[in-house]
DNA sequence: CCCCTTGTCTACCGAGCGGTAGACAAGGCA
DNA sequence: TGCCTTGTCTACCGCTCGGTAGACAAGGGG
């Protein structure tokens, strides 16, 4: 009835649906299914947005700001080499630990095509545009191994999404996950693995 | 008409089924597109597989077998320590310049939870405890930097599938991919990025 | 020669899906 | 007061999907 009662109803759709799209994937996932979680019927769903396309569209969006916002605000006032990539891991990996559907929602964004990739992309443009130029300075300087900066990124991407959704090979790999704990176990072997691969080689005039 | 066709069909489906499940997801493939891709009926597809589900194990045996028996041909007469990181990389990456959706349909796997990727898994289960023989054993040969070797090993497996899988994200990170080279390029990167990951760190006394 | 297994087909069913049509309740505003 | 927008609902449509029932053709073996 209040006029903010739209767009309150907006957000929490949107949150559901990526809850939902990344647990189920987006065809596994009914627009009743994302409705009636929030305590309304389909038909009010379509009311806010007219296909599921256009919900799709919405938590691209959505989590893609959410997620220019957490690296954002985890990178400020780190200014070592060292500490920016691990503050950007720490952050993606705090954000996981509170919304676990994000990066499996992020995989599934992926998984539906280079359009809905790019939809969620853009908006962290910028921060990628940082991240290269951190890694070509820091191989400049001798501090990160000297690669392909734009390879070296992917990936480190892939690296820290597949850690945060590979639940099923993690069970098989390295035995069952549960609770918080082993999150942040994870989150360690990832930093670890990151700064190893990171690391120049050794460098008898150090 | 002859009876061995039967069991041909079989493994045509099979195969027809990896690729459309790697490519469009379980849920996204419907029988109709898996028997008709292969010039049958639906209703002939499930004259063999009685429910899709049970397409779907078949598909997950099928591919379990297909990467053993690719790695396990990789890794023969490789005995450096070195050469045998290298030497599954390069087998796995063969194995999807020759069939793209393999790849893809193993992180479908994945998706579909732990029970199906088990079934993936299982006879992947010999060569599981030889990679994680093989690092401890690199570790304390001081060849490998020290780490949880089962980690170590799912965080490879993130990699390496990540770098096969996550084209939205290559196309948004490094640029358009496109033929046969870049998938080389791609290899190149995984093994440099690889090796560095486990580099053990510099040692004064050498 | 006949039947029975093997393989493929047409026809159909019930359920669930995305989306449409339209009724209806409740403020906000003239 | 009366209307009109906003938000939510019930009812329904058409389509696709997974799965069933059963006809039918064609060898192979008694």
Redesign the interface.
């Known amino acids: 009835m209040p006029r903010t009662g739209g767009q309150e109803r907006r957000s929490t759709l949107v949150e559901e649906a990526i809850r939902r799209f990344g647990r189920d994937?987006y065809?596994?996932t009914s627009l009743e299914a994302v409705a009636s979680a929030v305590g309304v019927r389909k038909q009010t769903l379509l009311y806010y947005f007219p296909t599921k396309e256009a919900l799709l569209e919405s938590c691209l969006a959505a989590a893609g700001e959410r997620l220019a916002e957490v690296i954002g605000r985890g990178l400020e006032g780190k200014e070592a080499t060292e500490d920016r990539a691990e503050a950007v891991i720490h952050a993606v990996f705090s954000l996981a630990a509170e919304w676990p559907e994000f990066p499996m929602f992020i995989?599934e964004?992926?998984?539906?095509?280079?359009d809905?990739?790019?939809r969620f992309?853009a908006v962290l443009e910028p921060l990628?545009l940082r991240a290269v130029d951190f890694l070509q300075t820091g191989m400049d300087n001798d501090l990160i191994?000297k690669?392909?900066p734009?390879?070296?990124?992917?990936?480190l991407?892939?690296?820290v999404?597949?850690?945060l959704t590979?639940?099923?090979?993690?069970?098989?790999?390295?035995?069952p996950q549960k609770g918080r704990a082993s999150l942040h176990?994870?989150e360690r072997?990832?930093i670890?693995?990151?700064r190893?691969?990171?690391?120049p080689?050794?460098?008898p005039g150090?």
């Open positions: 994937g065809q596994g995989r964004a992926g998984r539906l095509g280079p809905a990739f790019e992309a990628r191994r690669q392909d734009a390879f070296l990124l992917f990936t991407y892939t690296a999404v597949g850690s590979e639940a099923s090979v993690l069970n098989a790999l390295v035995g176990r994870r072997e990832v670890a693995f990151v190893g691969a990171l690391r080689p050794a460098d150090g």
